[in-house]
């Protein structure tokens, strides 16, 4: 067992987290005790409430760090299928984190980091949205003002940026749950996740157009 007076301050909190993640991944958020998890980073009883107050506190941190992974995968995709095979390729390498993150009634809904972290990933996430080609999506009602915005002719029939981007975002997360629950350990095989989401993407929308009149 390590010694409780060999950790630092920052070195602690990591352990604990650390700690935790292992326990998410194995037996899920239900089986967190911050008294099992000073036990496993060898520190007294106390030290976990120190830095997180409580379990809710810890798995409020534990979802900011996620949400701060998942914008740093995201950041500088080249386009919106990118971003939701790097959003796959991230579920799968924290699948611990992405337990946490999108169940709310675990976690301190008003706690400052998670929100940043929460807001900065969304806006990875609403980039890819915008970097559509013209008339793909059309402008929010209540968006920014017209400046820069396709005419209107263009987008008479595009869904909403919003509504695109919700969207991808089911896509990929809907794939991504289903991965991590063995739903689609068949299906993929042995075959790299973030790949086979790509070839999923096209399949569905790389698709040629018919050509109007054509008779058979």
Known sequence: MTSRNSYHHGDLRQAVLAAALDVIAAEGPAALSLRDLARRAGVSHAAPAHHFKDRTGLLTAIAAQGYELLADALADAPELRERGVRYVRFAVAHPAHFTVMFQPELLRADDPDLLAARERASAELRAGVAALPPGTAAPDP???????????????????????????????????TLLLTHNLDGAVGDREPGEVFRTLTGLMFDTEPRAEGRHG
């Open 142 to 176: 209540a968006g920014p003002g017209a400046a820069g915005e396709p005419p209107a002719d263009t987008v008479r029939d595009a869904p909403g940026a919003r509504t695109v981007g919700i969207a991808a975002w089911s896509l990929a997360h809907g794939f991504a």
